[in-house]
């Protein structure tokens, strides 16, 4: 019916062209025929392709419905949802980070938003005599019994996100953050860039396409490795076995973003889109695992080392215990990262449905480390939506000892959540290689706003363990933290999650929860 409507149109609005131009006016026939010849053009393509059957039943009119799918995310974002609806990051969660991060009022009028009687509702208890929780107490100590060269971290860090994912000048802002309030920066899987190197400390990230330590094979190369661990500014190395957002799956750089300046950096080319192995070829046991991490550690001069896994298979994990028992090899810290974790892209059944959450995980490697006499050995860092205060609170409620930020950290950046981080059109030049994109972003300007951010997020958390009744970072544990469990009774985390009992893991009797998992891990293989 449409495609008939198409005909009529044009042949009626060709043969009154005509007339008009025969009898009337020359000027309102070219008017016409300014709209007519486009029409018509793309109405007959619309009738003749074979793409879309919706345009060749509907020409010319059917682009209007391509049109607002085009733009539907940004009608629901400024137009129809709440403040507490959107995801990954809700509007109000958005805003607390664009308002410190600028240094603007962050209060909230008339009372929370929330609904804080629904069933898994958490929140923290205060106390009648608060204390003061000095900024000074933020700082944890990284660096086990075999580390020559501990590192004091601040509470909130940056977390790994890479040259390629982000622009050059994004990378200059975060670092240049980084160095002015004094905590560090994970560089990601994308090798070390000169952009990374504005005086900030680095975390510099190893992953499984050792990015930057490789040969022309791919193999991770040692002395590469050590000519980047060596340098000052890099003051850990994270072995990046797998993120939250897509477990066992390797990292993804389009082809679009690889540019010259990137496939030299990571050594790879630039026809064809970089995914990175989903495992190392390094090891493939618990055992050489460990192996791996020492010798990481000999050749950076002994420097903290760690991983950063998302967990999946809770035997897998444990089987690492094991292997630290035996071989006494630890790491210095352990990165947990969440199914809820981010990235520029990843298969949507990966996002979805693979890993667990943060918060489960973190307890539960916090209770395996207890469970083998190995807590006070290892750091455990937190990776995964944290954006404020409480955020911070909560993981180091759970079991964490410092926390990582990538996402908010890109809000510090001006990230407004347009959801083009894998198709290199980032509006706001940040998660983007096009020159002219990412010269909007002023890195001096927005270096700013990440130590602001840092800075007055880290007071919101003083603040908030300072009513507490909390002093220093010790005093945080899961009793602090409850979760309403009805409509009538809230319990503590402490009560919802007992903790093994230390070294019971290697004793007779062993908490079921553990129990079989436990008994299936083995220290020779995953």
């Known amino acids: 019916m449409m495609r008939i409507v198409f005909y009529v149109i044009v042949t009626i609005s060709s043969i009154l062209t005509y007339l008009i131009y025969q009898y009337e006016s020359q000027e309102l026939a070219e008017a016409i025929l300014f709209i007519l010849v486009p029409y018509t053009l793309i109405g007959t393509y619309d009738v003749l392709q074979k793409k879309h059957t919706l345009l060749r039943m509907y020409p010319v009119i059917g682009h209007i419905r391509y049109i607002l799918e085009y733009i539907r995310p940004e009608i629901r974002q400024y137009f129809i949802s709440s403040d507490n609806e959107e995801l990954p990051f809700n509007r109000e969660i958005r805003n607390i980070v664009y308002q410190r991060s600028k240094n603007e009022l962050d209060t909230l009028p008339f009372g929370t938003r929330m609904d804080v009687k629904s069933i898994g509702y958490h929140f923290c208890k205060h106390s009648m005599v608060p204390k003061i929780f000095s900024h000074e107490a933020t700082r944890v100590k990284i660096g086990g019994p075999s580390c020559k060269k501990p590192y004091s971290a601040s509470v909130l860090?940056?977390?790994?996100?890479?040259?390629?994912?982000?622009?050059?000048?994004?990378?200059?802002?975060?670092?240049?953050?980084?160095?002015?309030?004094?905590?560090?920066?994970?560089?990601?899987?994308?090798?070390?860039?000169?952009?990374?190197?504005?005086?900030?400390?680095?975390?510099?990230?190893?992953?499984?396409?050792?990015?930057?330590?490789?040969?022309?094979?791919?193999?991770?190369?040692?002395?590469?490795?050590?000519?980047?661990?060596?340098?000052?500014?890099?003051?850990?190395?994270?072995?990046?076995?797998?993120?939250?957002?897509?477990?066992?799956?390797?990292?993804?750089?389009?082809?679009?973003?690889?540019?010259?300046?990137?496939?030299?950096?990571?050594?790879?080319?630039?026809?064809?889109?970089?995914?990175?192995?989903?495992?190392?070829?390094?090891?493939?046991?618990?055992?050489?695992?460990?192996?791996?991490?020492?010798?990481?550690?000999?050749?950076?001069?002994?420097?903290?080392?760690?991983?950063?896994?998302?967990?999946?298979?809770?035997?897998?994990?444990?089987?690492?215990?094991?292997?630290?028992?035996?071989?006494?090899?630890?790491?210095?810290?352990?990165?947990?990262?969440?199914?809820?974790?981010?990235?520029?892209?990843?298969?949507?059944?990966?996002?979805?449905?693979?890993?667990?959450?943060?918060?489960?995980?973190?307890?539960?490697?916090?209770?395996?480390?207890?469970?083998?006499?190995?807590?006070?050995?290892?750091?455990?860092?937190?990776?995964?939506?944290?954006?404020?205060?409480?955020?911070?609170?909560?993981?180091?409620?759970?079991g964490a000892d410092i926390c990582n930020a990538a996402r908010p950290m890109m809000f510090a950046l001006g990230c407004i959540q347009s959801l083009s981080c894998h198709n290199n059109t980032c509006p706001t030049g940040i998660a983007t290689q096009s020159k002219l994109r990412e010269k909007s972003l002023v890195v001096s300007d927005k270096a700013n706003r990440v130590y602001s951010y840092h800075k007055n997020t880290i007071h919101s958390f003083c603040e908030l363990a300072g009513a507490m009744g909390l002093e220093k970072l010790d005093d945080i544990d899961s009793r602090v933290l409850l979760r309403r469990s009805d409509r009538r009774r809230s319990e503590s985390y402490e009560e919802l999650f007992p903790a093994l009992r230390p070294g019971e893991l290697l004793s007779k009797k062993i908490h079921e929860d553990f129990e079989r998992f436990w008994k299936a891990a083995s220290a020779e293989s995953f």
């Not at 980084?178 to 000169?194: D, I, R, V, W």
């Open 157 to 398: 860090n940056i977390s790994a996100m890479s040259f390629g994912a982000l622009s050059s000048h994004a990378i200059k802002a975060l670092n240049q953050g980084a160095k002015k309030g004094n905590f560090y920066h994970n560089t990601g899987e994308g090798g070390l860039s000169p952009y990374h190197e504005q005086g900030g400390d680095l975390c510099f990230q190893l992953g499984t396409g050792y990015f930057g330590c490789r040969d022309k094979d791919g193999q991770f190369d040692q002395n590469l490795f050590k000519s980047v661990a060596h340098q000052d500014h890099v003051k850990m190395i994270e072995l990046k076995i797998s993120q939250g957002a897509k477990p066992s799956h390797g990292g993804i750089l389009p082809q679009a973003k690889i540019s010259e300046e990137i496939s030299r950096i990571r050594g790879i080319p630039m026809d064809q889109d970089c995914v990175s192995p989903p495992s190392h070829t390094e090891f493939d046991s618990p055992i050489t695992l460990l192996k791996f991490i020492q010798k990481l550690r000999k050749l950076s001069g002994g420097k903290p080392v760690g991983f950063k896994l998302c967990i999946g298979k809770k035997t897998e994990f444990m089987s690492i215990c094991k292997a630290m028992v035996k071989s006494k090899i630890y790491p210095d810290f352990i990165t947990v990262d969440g199914a809820e974790g981010g990235t520029g892209a990843a298969p949507l059944e990966f996002s979805n449905r693979l890993g667990i959450t943060i918060d489960e995980a973190i307890i539960f490697v916090e209770h395996c480390l207890i469970g083998v006499n190995l807590r006070d050995k290892i750091k455990i860092i937190a990776s995964g939506k944290v954006a404020t205060g409480f955020d911070i609170l909560e993981k180091l409620a759970i």
